[in-house]
């Protein structure tokens, strides 16, 4: 009989799926329970989210505001009849998750916020922003309580990837710092997990 790989995938138990998933990864890397690791699950979270920032800040922001200026961004994208900002994208996104209570959280922060709502106020946020501000290229975790919580928290660094990232945050009225440069670390990506 011919089986293809959705049927496949469709017969074999979830826990048998996910035992031979993990079976090659480092122990502590897997959980008792054979779910996923707070770290590689916030790492995997990031990758979408990080992918998702890139391609519209240079797909779509950078192709049809700069170079063929057939639209403007705007912070007030529906009275301008104009694109929503990258950032405002990655937080309609997060308020979507939060809505469909999908077990994580992530949220765009940074040392110098344009828009207030965006500074860190945990501590585990400070110490993870200012940290890949000074060792860039590097991720930061650990683990916080809020609310009587635990979570797995990581932060990782949000890049300048293209001029219009540079130019918005250099140019804006309300901006704390006017120097960035493409690649610079502008803020952080902070992703909790409940554990």
């Known amino acids: ?30 959980t008792q329970s054979a779910g996923i690791a707070p770290k590689a699950m916030a790492d995997a979270i990031h990758s979408v989210l990080e992918a998702d920032r890139t391609v519209y800040t240079k797909k779509v922001i950078t192709r049809l505001v700069k170079k063929e200026k057939v639209i ?3 912070e007030q994208f529906e009275d301008d009849k104009a694109l929503p900002l990258p950032a405002q994208m990655f937080r309609f996104g997060s308020e979507l998750v939060a809505e469909k209570d999908s077990g994580f959280s992530y949220s765009l922060q940074s ?39 635990n979570y797995y928290t990581a932060v990782y660094p949000d890049v300048a990837v293209a001029p219009p990232c540079v130019d918005c945050h250099n140019d804006h009225k309300d901006t704390p710092k006017t120097d960035f440069k493409i690649g610079d670390v502008m803020g952080g990506v902070v992703i909790r997990i409940p554990i």
């Open 111 to 149: 040392l110098w916020p344009i828009n207030k709502q965006n500074e860190p106020k945990t501590e585990a946020e400070k110490k993870g922003l200012q940290y890949i501000a000074d060792n860039p290229g590097q991720n930061f975790y650990t683990e916080e309580e809020l609310g009587g919580v």
């Open 1 to 30: 009989m011919k089986v293809n790989r959705f049927q496949l995938f469709t017969t074999i138990p979830v826990a048998t799926l996910l035992t031979v998933s993990l079976a090659g990864c480092q122990k502590e890397e897997a």
């Open 72 to 74: 403007k961004a705007s």
